[in-house]
């Protein structure tokens, strides 16, 4: 089975020895520093962390508009693949304009303008991700389809299969284990994007606990969500991947 | 089943490939042909040379591409989209491996409003047993024979084999030669068939066509007994052969000769 990068058994036990190296380090020899917490005060700053930064809800505030955008995402991919892999349709056409936005001005800053039009709520969270994540799949998507092996369309084409079935039933299925391949990066290119926008949005999130903590110069809790961030991301890239060796079992190259 | 017999024509086919830079290369050029399908199968083989055209000749046929000039016709009627009379295998893999063998068959059925009989294609192409198995990471005879279920599925009058055996091992090209050989003594079906080797076309096909390179042209067509084929009969085999090597050097000289094997 495909693993999210670096997961090896080399990487755990060098990840392994880290964490030991932390705890002997900063516990014991260099119990006062400014570059990391000592261990045992993370632990002590957890209940600091679920209450006063309200981990819980904060922490589902953000997984919500993630996956909930990621999910959304792909069944819009799959509502609209129809129009969406036409060669030439003003939908598609348009969406693939906005391209050029992605491509020159850094998503977040994006991110601003919406902060600044929408009211603070998790909506504008979700409508934000939720677009950048759907324009991201529709640029893959549209990259990969010139890269389709022209044997099955041509097969389809002499058995006399139409247009609307060789768009749904041949290019959409031939691209999957490129899109869902896709799909760890753009997981975790849009944590990064969420983690900066609630970061300046304030309110709620994990971004929002980040601003807090640097905020009240609270290094444990910095840590400790940074931990937190970095194990979701595992996850998820680790439920992408199952995801995809599960029902995206075939490979077109 | 044993159908009507069915005339493929075409008439003046010529193609021509603009690049960006303007530069036009002319494929085809005025290619005549006419065939006719018996009751029983047949097979046709267009003997050419690499870089001839033979892959845009059977693309043409099956109208999955259009000529720059020129007609296909079946039965007298111009055939101006696929439409499932002829199927075109390509040459490289083409069965579906997100579908299953059986899934792969019956794909025609989105399509096609009638009822398949997969379990015969399947034990047709002698793939009984692995209906579940799904074409990755299988050999290129396995997939081939998919592709050969799939086409006999919409029942065509004629399947365009693109140059078929040129990857296959000896072994599995000797199984799928006996297979085509097979449906086609059971099925009204006539195969067309391009190919570089000369053995090839003499021991398979009723009817060779020679064909040229730059531009492509058939120029020739030798017709051939089966009958002393299958007798392996060596002395036929080698007038053919003859025949052949001899109408392409009148034709062309002997570089011609060396690019076809």
Known sequence: MEKPAGTSKKNIYILIAYFFLWIILFEYILPVNRFLPKPSIVILSLKDLWNFYRLPQNFLYSVAAIYLSLIVSYLLLYFLRNILLLKNHLFADIILSLHWFFKYVPAIILGLFFIYWLPQSFYTEFIFIFLTSFLMMVIKLKEKVPKVNKEFIEAAISLGAGEKIIREKIIWKAVQPDLLKFFPDLHFFLWSVLLAFEYIKGGFGLGNIFRMALQYKDLSILFSTTAIVGIVIYLGSFSILYIKNKFIHWSTT | ?261
């Open chain 2, 1 to 261: 089943m044993r159908d009507e017999p069915c005339i493929l024509e075409l008439k003046n086919v010529s193609k021509f490939f603009s690049g960006h830079s303007g530069f036009k290369l002319h494929v085809l050029d005025n290619i005549n042909l006419k065939i006719e399908s018996s009751s029983y199968g047949a097979m046709f083989s267009v003997l050419a040379p690499f870089g001839a055209g033979k892959t845009s000749l059977l693309k043409i046929i099956a109208g999955i591409e259009k000529s720059s000039g020129g007609i296909v016709k079946l039965n007298n009627l111009e055939l101006d989209h696929p439409s499932g009379k002829i199927v075109f295998i390509p040459e490289k893999p083409s069965s579906f491996p997100w579908l299953n063998v059986k899934q792969n068959i019956e794909f025609v059925s989105t399509f096609r409003k009638y009822k398949l009989n997969v379990d015969h294609l399947i034990n047709l192409v002698g793939l009984t047993g692995y209906e579940n198995h799904f074409p990755n990471e299988r050999s290129l005879g396995f997939r081939f024979r998919i592709s050969l279920a799939r086409a006999l599925a919409v029942e065509p009058k004629f399947i365009l084999l693109d140059d078929p055996f040129k990857n296959f091992l000896k072994e599995t090209k000797r199984e799928i030669i006996d297979l085509i050989e097979e449906v086609k003594n059971s099925s009204s079906t006539c195969f067309i068939l391009t190919t570089t080797n000369i053995s090839d076309a003499i021991n398979l096909s009723n009817e060779i066509f020679l064909m040229k390179n730059h531009p492509g042209q058939i120029f020739h067509s030798i017709k051939v007994e089966r009958d002393k084929i299958k007798a392996l009969d060596k002395n036929y085999f080698a007038s053919i052969k003859n025949q052949i090597e001899s109408s392409y050097m009148a034709y062309e000289g002997i570089h011609l000769i060396s690019e076809i094997k």
